[in-house]
Nanobody, 125 residues
Framework: VQLQASGGGWVQAGGSLRLSCEASGRTFNRFAMAWFRHTPGKHREFVGSIGRDGGATTYADSVKGRFTISRDNAVNTMYLQMNSLKPEDTAVYYC???????????????????WGQGTLVTVSS
């Protein structure tokens, strides 16, 4: 499956952005999905994941209550709604997919075999 992330940009602290990840090439609903982010000098960090049918969402503690993951299998797209953004949310955000049959999608990147190209989110203070 090919993944295309979009929606990044610049926003002031406290603002909102919505990222999208459009999939093509294979049946989207066969894949659990996740968002990761990367800041220079740090390891890529898990943000959240969502099961094949839109259930079983999991979030990193750092974004819980502010970010919401959803998906629309009819249009092969996953979303990340980011509210109450903080400067420490500044990163390149990547979407990822796994075809492995997890009940709860994993939080570690090694389980994800398909990655989008990343979209930059910059939050200014």
């Amino acid at each position: 499956v090919q993944l295309q992330a979009s929606g990044g940009g610049w926003v002031q602290a406290g603002g909102s952005l919505r990222l999208s990840c459009e999939a093509s090439g294979r049946t989207f609903n066969r894949f659990a999905m996740a968002w990761f982010r990367h800041t220079p000098g740090k390891h890529r960090e898990f943000v959240g994941s969502i099961g094949r049918d839109g259930g079983a969402t999991t979030y990193a503690d750092s974004v819980k209550g502010r970010f919401t993951i959803s998906r629309d299998n009819a249009v092969n797209t996953m979303y990340l709604q980011m509210n109450s953004l903080k400067p420490e949310d500044t990163a390149v955000y990547y979407c990822a997919a796994t075809s492995s049959p997890f009940t709860n999608p994993p939080v570690t990147e090694r389980w994800y075999g398909f990655w989008g190209q990343g979209t930059l989110v910059t939050v200014s203070s």
